[in-house]
């Protein structure tokens, strides 16, 4: 299969042309005007060469802002005076729009940032906007753009950006009435959300990238009703005036394999840092997963994450706020579960995870897993347990208790639970604690209602008791 094909009309004007991708065969044939102007054809000036399956290519070649000349040829060119296709990425999403089915926008090689003067169009067709030919990002920069302007907005229809940067728009990023999909992309520095979309958004990278979403107005990544997702993906979410991520309805999934307790790949470690409340949310609203009988929204699944410094914001009067589970500012919130391979929850206003149901963390024997220094309490569970049964977890210096499950137990393995403000660890339900360290907090060292098994290699030390 050839990967595209193009078609190139000579009219009384000028050559203009249109591209397609994935078409099975390629045929060669050449069409021109009859004698005298009229409209018979022969096959000496008309050429297309086809491949693929169809779906259009509209290649941006000029950095301007002007609209299509002509919306009803199906040819991206907003000059029709001068000789070959002067196509801007409006007029390329114009003429997207106007075709029915997808549509893929790509970018020649001269193209390195785009700065329009107004909102581009409303995207109304499902959409592939793609600069992954390029050595770097494609710049899309809002800051000439006016009031009011998102980077791109999806009215209908789904959208996919390959190696783009959306940055400086007075509203948001992204923002989509469907699915979104990220590749290698970075959106900082809009006024409001990085990304909005009221389904799925999913990123997807590479071993060498790192998709960003940094110093947004509001939330970085905010998903409405779906998943935010991340396959093979780094991220960087830092410093958004609101939440990191954010999925309202659905799950966070950062390279987690549900199901398995595997990542999908070992790469970079994936950062959500100073953001001005929490840093990862995933609000389920009590919304059932389709075909299951128990399975709920709301979770957290991540592998190799550091949520960091998050809820810095979480302020009244100018004052910082006493950290609450009513309060944001925590490193992770989840409605129902959280599941971690490998992470690294530290320095964050709040609690450092809050979970209605279990919290789980996973990983290697040596690997240690920290849950340090938070305002709140280092990790709590509402209605859950706290396993971390095979691995090392360290929960030191937080704010509050050190390990808590309301109603549930905890299983640990080997923790060090040292230094925080309220009780070491504290649960509703059993506790078995394998080796470690329970020494130096203010509150005590253990609360626990149900059954308890300590094992040898466990030492409790000069805990205070309030």
Same mark, same amino acid.
């Given at each position: 299969?050839?990967?595209?094909?193009?078609?190139?009309?000579?009219?009384?004007?000028?050559?203009?042309?249109?591209?397609?991708?994935?078409?099975?065969?390629?045929?060669?044939?050449?069409?021109?005007?009859?004698?005298? $102007?009229?409209?018979?054809?022969?096959?000496?000036?008309?050429?297309?060469?086809? /491949?693929?399956?169809?779906?259009?290519?509209?290649?941006?070649?000029?950095? $301007?802002?002007?609209? +299509?000349?002509?919306? %009803?040829?199906?040819?991206?060119?907003?000059?029709?005076?001068?000789?070959?296709?002067?196509? #801007?990425?409006?007029?390329? !999403?114009?003429?997207?729009?106007?075709?029915?089915? *997808?549509?893929?926008?790509?970018?020649?090689?001269?193209?390195?940032? !785009?700065?329009?003067?107004?909102?581009?169009?409303?995207?109304?067709?499902t959409v592939t906007i793609?600069?992954?030919?390029?050595?770097?990002?494609?710049?899309?920069?809002?800051?000439?753009?006016?009031?009011?302007?998102?980077?791109?907005?999806?009215?209908? $229809?789904?959208?996919?950006?390959?190696?783009? @940067?959306?940055?400086?728009?007075?509203?948001?990023?992204?923002?989509?009435?469907?699915?979104?999909?990220?590749?290698?992309? &970075?959106?900082?520095?809009?006024?409001?959300?990085?990304?909005?979309?009221?389904? +799925?958004?999913?990123?997807?990278? %590479? &071993?060498?990238?790192?998709?960003?979403?940094?110093?947004?107005?509001?939330?970085?990544?905010?998903?409405?009703?779906?998943?935010?997702?991340?396959?093979?993906?780094?991220?960087?979410?830092?410093?958004?005036?609101? =939440?990191?991520?954010?999925? &309202?309805?659905?799950?966070?999934?950062?390279?987690?394999?549900?199901?398995?307790?595997?990542? @999908?790949?070992?790469?970079?470690?994936?950062?959500?840092?100073?953001?001005?409340?929490?840093?990862?949310?995933?609000?389920?609203?009590?919304?059932?997963? &389709?075909? @299951?009988?128990?399975?709920?929204?709301?979770?957290?699944?991540?592998?190799?994450?550091?949520?960091?410094?998050?809820?810095?914001?979480?302020?009244?009067?100018?004052?910082?706020?006493?950290?609450?589970?009513?309060?944001?500012?925590?490193?992770?919130?989840?409605?129902?579960?959280?599941e971690l391979i490998e992470?690294?929850?530290? +320095?964050?206003?709040?609690?450092?995870?809050? /979970?209605?149901? +279990?919290?789980?963390?996973?990983?290697?024997? #040596?690997? #240690?897993?920290?849950?340090?220094?938070?305002?709140?309490?280092?990790?709590? /569970?509402?209605?859950?347990?706290?396993?971390?049964?095979?691995?090392?977890?360290?929960?030191?210096?937080? $704010?509050?208790?050190?390990?808590? =499950?309301?109603?549930?137990?905890?299983?640990?393995?080997?923790? #060090?639970?040292?230094?925080?403000?309220?009780?070491?660890?504290?649960?509703?339900?059993?506790?078995? !604690?394998?080796?470690?360290?329970?020494?130096?907090?203010?509150?005590?060292? !253990?609360?626990?209602?149900?059954?308890?098994?300590?094992?040898?290699?466990?030492?409790?030390?000069?805990? *205070?008791?309030?």
């Amino acid at each position: 299969m050839v990967a595209g094909y193009c078609i190139q009309r000579l009219d009384r004007r000028h050559l203009r042309g249109q591209c397609y991708r994935n078409v099975d065969s390629i045929v060669d044939f050449v069409i021109s005007p009859g004698e005298n $102007g009229s409209e018979a054809y022969d096959t000496s000036d008309f050429t297309a060469t086809i /491949s693929g399956s169809g779906v259009p290519s509209f290649e941006v070649n000029v950095t $301007g802002d002007e609209p +299509d000349a002509d919306l %009803t040829d199906g040819v991206c060119d907003v000059d029709l005076s001068t000789d070959g296709n002067q196509c #801007t990425l409006r007029a390329a !999403i114009q003429e997207a729009n106007k075709r029915e089915g *997808e549509d893929t926008i790509t970018f020649e090689s001269s193209i390195s940032a !785009i700065s329009p003067e107004k909102s581009l169009p409303d995207i109304t067709e499902t959409v592939t906007i793609d600069a992954s030919s390029h050595s770097s990002n494609v710049e899309l920069n809002g800051s000439n753009a006016g009031k009011n302007a998102d980077g791109f907005s999806v009215k209908k $229809g789904d959208l996919t950006i390959k190696n783009l @940067t959306v940055s400086g728009f007075s509203r948001n990023g992204v923002k989509s009435d469907g699915y979104v999909q990220l590749s290698t992309v &970075e959106v900082t520095d809009n006024k409001a959300y990085g990304v909005f979309a009221k389904s +799925d958004i999913v990123i997807s990278g %590479t &071993e060498t990238t790192v998709s960003k979403f940094n110093k947004n107005g509001k939330i970085g990544l905010y998903s409405q009703t779906g998943n935010v997702a991340a396959n093979d993906a780094t991220l960087q979410v830092e410093n958004n005036g609101d =939440a990191g991520i954010v999925s &309202e309805g659905g799950d966070v999934i950062i390279n987690f394999v549900p199901g398995t307790h595997l990542p @999908t790949y070992v790469g970079k470690q994936s950062i959500i840092k100073g953001n001005g409340k929490s840093g990862i949310i995933a609000n389920g609203r009590g919304k059932q997963k &389709e075909d @299951t009988d128990d399975e709920y929204y709301g979770n957290v699944r991540a592998s190799y994450i550091v949520v960091e410094g998050n809820g810095v914001k979480i302020k009244k009067d100018g004052i910082a706020l006493k950290p609450s589970l009513k309060n944001a500012g925590h490193g992770i919130y989840a409605s129902n579960y959280v599941e971690l391979i490998e992470p690294r929850v530290v +320095d964050n206003k709040g609690y450092g995870i809050v /979970s209605k149901y +279990d919290v789980i963390i996973y990983g290697s024997e #040596t690997a #240690t897993n920290e849950f340090n220094n938070n305002g709140g309490a280092g990790i709590y /569970s509402q209605l859950g347990n706290v396993a971390a049964r095979d691995v090392i977890i360290s929960v030191e210096e937080n $704010g509050r208790f050190g390990i808590g =499950a309301n109603k549930g137990g905890a299983f640990l393995n080997d923790a #060090t639970v040292i230094n925080n403000k309220g009780i070491g660890i504290v649960v509703g339900g059993d506790l078995s !604690i394998n080796k470690g360290k329970v020494c130096d907090n203010k509150g005590g060292e !253990i609360k626990v209602k149900g059954q308890e098994s300590i094992g040898e290699d466990v030492v409790i030390c000069d805990n *205070e008791t309030q």
